[in-house]
């Protein structure tokens, strides 16, 4: 009995649907109970930790090897045993056959990390949207609605329902944005919705093209015969419209590859990031940094680079060239910055360049790794590190990125400006949110020992044998990166004493305290011991690489 | 019988309205309308529950293999026989879920008509009798029959909009719709019983006595004349190569120019019909019509009765001409493309709070059209699911902007403003209809759409040996259409947003809408059951899907087999 409550609680079919259960249970409460908006409120927070519990639990399971479902779906494709990704906790089931779909989840240690990110970060987000107080129950089911599309997403094995999670996710953030943002909120809600809705678009058209002429959609099948150039049952390709083999993938491949670069965003795709970022509500700018920018690169991870190998490692060069031009140009841009938000938006664009790095040395040797080319025992050294760095580097900013805007945050909320000319010296004043503001800042610009280093030392020591000269520019954006950094601390916290804001109550209030306290804590494990979690995405990327 | 029963009851229904119930007595007209539609409802589930039963659509796959549908709850009564006419009504895959649409959006309509005191006693009778119409035509298997409901259907259309309509254009919307129908009707009549001499010639052929005695044979009946309306025999007909070993069919004889009568009268047929689907060039009536009716009729109108013109095109047309199919939908799709972005585009331009969902019925339908066009059966399948979310999904629309003009008076987009703080429930409801429309993956909007661009991305070269297509280039440029046909759902995004935001969203003018209060109980059940059936599609999509494939199989086995005679 017990057993089985577990493997119900533990099915990622549950951890999927529970957050929208807790949605459907909030708007309950508006209709029955609508004054009573911290029940509201605690009844979302609520269901966000036993979604917390999930992930965790998942984690640990997944590290020890040892999930408790059944491992081996019900009718899987049997070539789907070839492919380089190897899933725990699998499920399989019909769902819309009529386009060849099915109900098909698992996780390996990439999506594990993910789902104990997107874990952490929403209850965390949740408390900080306590200080809400329009439409409180709506906001909160919108909150486990956006929680419902990340996960979904990152345990899809179905491309049709991979598709169903992306684009569900923008709905509640676009409303999130829409009705409780800032002042500009209807411009960045709709540019944010328009851009995805672009990009998602041709993802929406490779997605069938690739369906008609492989016949599934499993990503595993797919992954496995999709680049060797087979229909998912080992025959030959079904080619549309008399294009060539070369036409289809490269048409795929732009497709998938605007799409992603879109959501991460790599350089130029980036501009509705910093409009977004910084009229969404504190909470939704937290999770829509810390979380949904990684489904960008988390596409990439599963999806473009293992379907696509020989585009990629043609492609490489100009995604590392990307990649640096948004470390640098990001960098730069938020140092420009007068306001706080807008700066900490920039410094995403910054910080997931070294993501965009470490993802075009994968791309850079993955197709020699699967084609059995010769590779060099410094390459694959190399590569691994880069890889492994570049994943660290999403759950690593995922925390850091949430931090910094729940200190702009809070900031804002007590002083109503972001203007940094209009703040400093005010360390003397509030002493408790300097200290954690340095703290957080510090783990953005990489202090070694915090979570941020290891990660991207990781990112450039990888990439350094692949890309010398690229990698070399990058890191002088690592100097720029302590710049704008030291820009903003300075501009809030040092310097003379704004008069103005000593009669004001700016101190960081403990709920804020307790939403920040996980996230620090986290960014000094992960500084110090990052093995708790190394392993795990260690032994997805060295089976990727047949290591 | 359970068909014959809606059919009767809501005709009676309106009888006894007209006859028994005093003018005064707007009550009890609500009342004897919402019983009688309540009714067909539930008959409507049954029907659809029945459809859906394994053996029911294992039987109906099966079937398909034949090229020949399967149907439910069959009735076949004579009633001219001397013309070969008889009352003969079925259910099949395709039809099934129409009907349950059928009941929900006239039992909706009821509902939101609730409010309605002028000549309440009349509206609700001539309601019902529009209901009957759509009824008739999507059950019948006398294509005579479907004939009288097509045309049944239209009289109180007119009668309700010219009379119950927005005052500035009702006479105006009520005409140009009635002629525009009327004339397409027209054309796809002349075609039909170009069809039935040919097929009665043909069979009545005293050299080839042969061919009655097969029809016989197949058909069962002993008794079955040469001249028929009935839809088997029509059936037969068209797939006579198939049964006569290659020899030319009664479709296949040249006609005018040279060109046989599948391939010269399908234009004739699938555009004449098309033109309640809202074809390109022909949808010029819709917007016009829609935004004249009144907000039920406005429902009916574009949730059901524009399907009639896609499901009658598809029966009358692509079914029983798939030799015309081959040749004209390459190239018809081209129109339907148009219906798509073109819509959506005019859609993006309106100020009219009621004109953008007008235009938006067109770019949807087009997606319907589209869907036909692809010749496969994903994609078939897809528009028949479409059919079924946009019916209910333009209905939940139409709902909104009513709700929002009986407070505002007024549906001029800029002026409006700050609704969704006074009426939530129908912001919601607006919301969920958008995001169904922009094609939102999880909802029913997506399970149509993607089966539709998957079926036409594939194209219908399926069989490219059987398949002739004469007008085609060389190269095949479905695909194309597909990635073109994407466009439209990004202006579909941009659209809906846009309204939504300025109607829903800002500040709220008390000066200007003073009492503004929100909706009734019975607007809210409307809304909640419409939202529903369009969940339902989504959360189930398989329901839906195996249904309609079921009763599109057929027609794609028609469509995939050899034809003999290149005429």
Redesign the interface.
């Known amino acids: 009995m017990l057993g089985e409550i577990t493997k119900f609680f533990l099915s990622l079919s549950t951890l999927t649907f529970l957050p929208m259960l807790g949605a459907g249970v909030v708007m309950l409460l508006k209709i029955v109970l609508p004054e009573q908006k911290s029940l509201g409120r605690n009844v979302a927070l609520l269901f966000s930790l036993i979604v917390l519990i999930q992930s965790i639990a998942l984690f640990g399971y997944y590290a020890a090897g040892t999930c408790p479902i059944g491992n081996v779906p019900a009718n899987a494709n049997a070539n789907a045993s070839a492919s380089p990704f190897v899933f725990a906790c699998e499920h399989q089931s019909?769902?819309?056959?009529?386009?060849g779909s099915t109900w098909h989840v698992g996780i390996d240690g990439l999506s594990a990390a993910m789902i104990l990110l997107t874990g952490i970060l929403t209850p965390l987000a949740m408390l900080i949207s306590y200080e809400i107080e329009e439409n409180v129950h709506e906001h909160m089911a919108l909150f486990l609605f956006f929680e419902m599309g990340l996960l979904g997403l990152f345990v899809s094995l179905d491309l049709?329902t991979f598709?169903?999670?992306?684009?569900?996710s923008l709905?509640p953030m676009?409303f999130l944005i829409?009705i409780w943002g800032g002042e500009n909120r209807?411009y960045a809600s709709?540019k944010f919705?328009?851009y995805a809705?672009?990009g998602s678009?041709g993802l929406?058209?490779a997605i069938?093209?690739i369906?008609?002429v492989a016949g599934t959609m499993d990503i595993p099948t797919l992954v496995a015969m999709w680049p060797k150039n087979l229909n998912a049952t080992g025959g030959a390709l079904t080619l549309?419209?008399?294009a060539s083999l070369e036409t289809v993938k490269n048409i795929a491949f732009l497709a998938f590859f605007v799409a992603f670069a879109i959501k991460v965003p790599i350089w130029p795709f980036h501009t509705w990031l910093p409009d977004a970022h910084t009229e969404a509500p504190t909470a939704g700018s937290m999770l829509l940094a810390g979380v949904m920018l990684k489904l960008g690169a988390y596409g990439f991870l599963r999806l473009v680079i293992p379907l696509f190998p020989a585009q990629s490692q043609a492609f490489a060069p100009v995604i590392a060239i990307l990649a640096m031009a948004g470390i640098i140009l990001g960098a730069l841009a938020a140092w420009g910055q007068t306001d706080f938000k807008r700066l900490v938006a920039y410094s995403s664009v910054n910080h997931m360049g070294f993501v965009v790095l470490g993802i075009a040395a994968f791309a850079a040797i993955y197709n020699t790794i699967l084609t059995g080319g010769a590779t060099s025992a410094e390459q694959m050294r190399s590569v691994t590190l880069a890889t492994n760095g570049a994943v660290l580097q999403m759950f690593n900013h995922g925390l850091s990125s949430a931090g910094m805007f729940l200190l702009v945050g809070a900031l804002y909320h007590k002083a109503h400006t972001r203007d940094l000319t209009k703040f400093g010296g005010l360390w003397t004043l509030i002493p408790v949110y300097g200290t954690l503001l340095i703290f957080t800042s510090m783990a953005s610009l990489g202090l070694p020992g915090l979570g941020g280093f290891v990660s991207e030392f990781q990112v450039v020591a990888g990439s350094w044998w692949f890309f010398p000269t690229i990698t070399a520019v990058s890191m002088l954006g690592l100097l720029m990166t302590g710049a704008y950094i030291l820009k903003g601390i300075r501009a809030v916290l040092h310097g003379p004493v704004n008069e103005h804001w000593r009669d004001h109550h700016l101190e960081i209030s403990p709920r804020e305290v307790l939403a920040l306290a996980p996230l620090v804590i986290l960014i000094l494990v992960t500084g110090v011991w990052p093995n708790w979690i190394m392993p795990v995405i260690n032994q997805t990327v060295t089976r990727l690489f047949g290591l | 019988m359970l068909v014959t029963i809606i059919l009767a009851v809501l005709i009676i229904a309106s009888l006894v309205l007209l006859l028994f119930v005093n003018e005064n007595q707007g009550q009890e007209a609500r009342s004897i309308a919402i019983l009688a539609t309540m009714i067909t409802l539930v008959l409507s589930v049954v029907i659809f529950l029945q459809m859906n039963q394994p053996g029911n659509l294992a039987a109906a796959q099966s079937n398909a293999g034949t090229g020949r549908s399967y149907f439910v709850d069959e009735l076949n009564i004579p009633w001219i026989p001397s013309l070969g006419i008889g009352y003969h009504v079925g259910v099949d895959g395709v039809t099934a879920p129409m009907i349950l649409l059928t009941g929900i959006a006239t039992f909706c309509g009821v509902l939101i008509s609730w409010r309605i005191t002028d000549r309440t006693r009349e509206f609700m009778a001539f309601f019902l009798l529009l209901a009957a119409g759509v009824y008739g035509v999507f059950v019948s298997l006398d294509m005579f029959l479907l004939f009288f409901w097509y045309e049944f259907a239209i009289f109180p259309m007119y009668l309700l909009i010219a009379t119950w309509g927005w005052v500035e254009r009702r006479e105006y919307a009520a005409m140009k719709l009635t002629l525009y129908i009327l004339i397409g009707s027209v054309f796809a009549l002349v075609g039909l019983l170009v069809l039935y001499f040919s097929m009665g010639a043909f069979f009545s052929d005293l050299a080839h006595p042969e061919r009655l005695a097969t029809l016989r044979q197949v058909l069962n009946n002993p008794t079955a004349t040469a001249f028929s309306f009935d839809f088997s025999h029509f059936e037969i007909a068209s797939r006579w190569a198939q049964l006569a070993n290659g020899q030319p069919g009664p479709f296949d004889v040249a006609s005018i120019g040279g060109v046989s009568i599948a391939r010269f009268w399908f234009p004739f047929i699938f555009i004449g019909f098309g033109v309640l689907a809202g074809l390109f060039p022909f949808h010029n009536w819709s917007p016009d019509g829609h935004v004249a009716a009144p907000t039920a009729v406005s429902m009916i109108h574009a949730g059901v009765l524009m399907k009639l013109g896609a499901y009658a095109a598809l029966r009358v047309g692509v079914q029983l001409l798939p030799e015309g199919a081959k040749v004209h939908l390459p190239w018809i799709i081209l129109l339907a493309l148009i219906n798509v972005v073109y819509g959506a585009f005019i859609a993006f331009r309106q100020r009219d709070f009621k004109y953008v969902i007008g235009f938006s019925s067109v770019s949807h339908m087009g997606l319907v059209s589209m869907g036909f066009a692809s010749m496969n059966l994903v994609g078939m399948t897809g528009a028949g699911l479409q059919m079924f979310s946009h019916g209910a999904m333009t209905a939940l629309f139409f709902a909104c902007v009513g709700m929002v003009y009986d407070q505002a008076h007024t549906r001029d987009i800029p002026s409006l403003g700050g609704f969704g703080k006074k009426l939530p429930f129908v912001a919601t409801a607006f919301v969920f209809a958008g995001l169904v429309s922009m094609g939102m993956p999880g909802l029913s909007g997506f399970i149509a759409e993607f089966p539709i661009l998957s079926g036409v991305f594939q194209g219908p070269i399926v069989n490219p040996a059987t398949l002739q297509l004469t007008y085609t280039p060389t190269f095949n440029y479905y695909p194309y259409i597909a990635i073109l046909s994407a466009l439209g759902i990004i202006v579909t995004a941009a659209y809906v947003l846009r309204v939504a935001q300025q109607v829903f969203g800002g500040e709220f003018n008390e000066a200007r809408f003073p009492g503004v209060k929100g909706v009734t109980l019975t607007d809210k059940f409307a809304i909640v059951l419409l939202a529903g059936s369009l969940l339902f599609v989504a959360l189930f999509p398989n329901v839906m899907s195996s249904m309609i494939k079921s009763g599109m199989a057929p027609v794609v086995t028609a469509l995939q087999q050899n034809a003999p005679v290149g005429r």
């Open positions: 019909e769902f819309f056959p009529l386009v049709f598709f169903l999670f992306w684009e569900l709905v676009y829409n209807r709709f919705f328009l809705m672009g678009l929406l058209l069938q093209l369906s008609s549309p419209f008399g």
